[in-house]
């Protein structure tokens, strides 16, 4: 194994110091190793990849589909992205120059905030919410500004948006997430409208992370581009929507004139998503078997998340009604104080059952749990037995 010659350390890139350390991973890790727990930790639905969508990716090897796609992904998906994103959102996108293919959402943050981002910018985050915002904005040099939403229910008002403007006026996009990682909570239609009016005053530009938009459960999502289409990159995908989350395929739609230096960014770090990956991705997109296998999970997590929230409720938990996304965000009952990570570190060890600590996502997370439902009924009636037995032992 080489060691490494010490003084080159000091080459790397001077931005990782300044990331702060994001714990779900590590939480995850720590707690599996305790026998018999039961985890409700990751964002990673616990269904298998639709048959369908299987076949597909089946059919493109046995095709030798085997050769670099266009860097914005093939034709076919790129179609059939614009038609989901029509049929689901209302949203008109030209598959020619609209819709870049990402290797998974993730990729889709690289990306845009590559493309927007120069070191020093300031960059909006609303939270608490899915940590890779915060740790893609350091590592690019520029600054995360947190925006804690607790005190409005979760949601971005205009009057925080305006708020925060007044003392960062030249700060250049706002990082939307809804339905929420990890609150679950999502916008109103009303909602949507009246922060989309606020930001039309202004130059940001909207990274609206959209990838839990399938998973809505009353009522229908809105993407904040269906008003202004011309200052948002809207990023989705298809890792929760149709448990593909090992495939790896996302991706980012935009007015053209964004999405040339994104597609630039992209194709600079991956060239082109995989093959087969992008076959299943499209069936999941285009085809009715697609959208039947959503409906079915979507019906699953709807019957946990109303047994988890009623539940959690009754053993004084307090939590704002989760409209979408499979995470339910329960703040600690007054007598355990507002330490969820020795919360969430007791409960894991003696209570053997493991969730992540609402403080690992951003300001406004703490004194909170976020309990991920993407487990089977099984285990979490277990999990809310053992939750219980814990809360009223202590
Ligand atoms: C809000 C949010 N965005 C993006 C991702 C990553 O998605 P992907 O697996 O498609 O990269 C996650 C995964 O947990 C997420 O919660």
Redesign the pocket.
């Known amino acids: 194994m080489p060691a490494v010659k010490p003084a080159i350390m000091k080459n790397l890139n001077k931005n990782f110091a300044r990331l702060k350390p994001v714990g779900i991973r590590q939480f995850d890790y720590q707690a599996s190793a305790i026998p018999g727990i039961i985890k409700l930790t990751?964002?990673?639905p616990d269904f298998n990849v639709p048959e369908a969508m299987k076949e597909a990716a089946i059919k493109s090897i046995q095709d030798n589909d085997s050769h670099y796609a266009p860097g914005n992904g093939t034709v076919a998906l790129r179609k059939a992205i614009a038609h989901f994103m029509r049929d689901r959102y209302n949203l008109t996108y030209d598959p020619a120059n609209e819709i870049a293919v990402?290797?998974?959402?993730?990729?889709?943050?690289y990306a845009s905030l590559t493309a927007i981002t120069n070191p020093g910018d300031e960059v909006l985050i609303a939270t608490p919410?899915?940590p890779?915002y915060a740790s893609v904005t350091t590592l690019l040099g520029s600054t995360p500004v947190e925006i804690d939403t607790s005190a409005d229910g979760f949601v971005l008002t205009p009057t925080r948006l305006k708020q925060v403007l007044a003392s960062h006026p030249n700060a250049k996009t706002l990082v939307l997430?809804y339905p929420?990682?990890p609150t679950g909570v999502t916008y109103t239609h009303d909602q949507v409208k009246a922060l989309a009016e606020a930001v039309k005053a202004t130059n940001l530009i909207v990274i609206a992370?959209e990838?839990?938009s399938e998973l809505v459960y009353d009522g229908r999502h809105t993407s904040i581009a269906e008003f202004i289409p011309d200052q948002t990159l809207v990023?989705n995908?298809?890792?929760?929507s149709h448990a593909m989350?090992g495939y790896?395929?996302?991706f980012i739609a935009g007015p053209k004139e964004l999405m040339g230096p994104v597609s630039a960014a992209h194709a600079m770090m991956i060239t082109a998503a995989s093959d087969p990956a992008m076959a299943a991705a499209t069936a999941a997109f285009a085809t009715d078997a697609g959208k039947a296998a959503t409906q079915q999970m979507k019906a699953a997590y709807q019957e946990r998340r109303d047994f988890l929230v009623a539940a959690l409720r009754k053993l004084g938990f307090e939590i704002t009604t989760p409209n979408g996304?499979f995470y339910v965000f329960a703040k600690l009952p007054a007598k355990f104080g507002t330490d969820d990570v020795k919360f969430a570190t007791d409960l894991a060890q003696k209570g053997k059952v493991a969730v992540i600590p609402g403080s690992y996502f951003g300001a406004g997370g703490q004194g909170h749990l976020r309990i991920s439902y993407a487990a089977s009924l099984d285990n979490i009636k277990a999990a809310i037995e053992r939750i219980k037995h814990f809360v009223e032992e202590d």
Do not use: H, P
């Open positions: 990751l964002g990673e990402t290797v998974g959402a993730t990729e889709g943050i919410t899915f890779l997430n929420s990682n992370d990838i839990y990023l995908g298809a890792s929760k989350t790896r395929i996302g996304a």
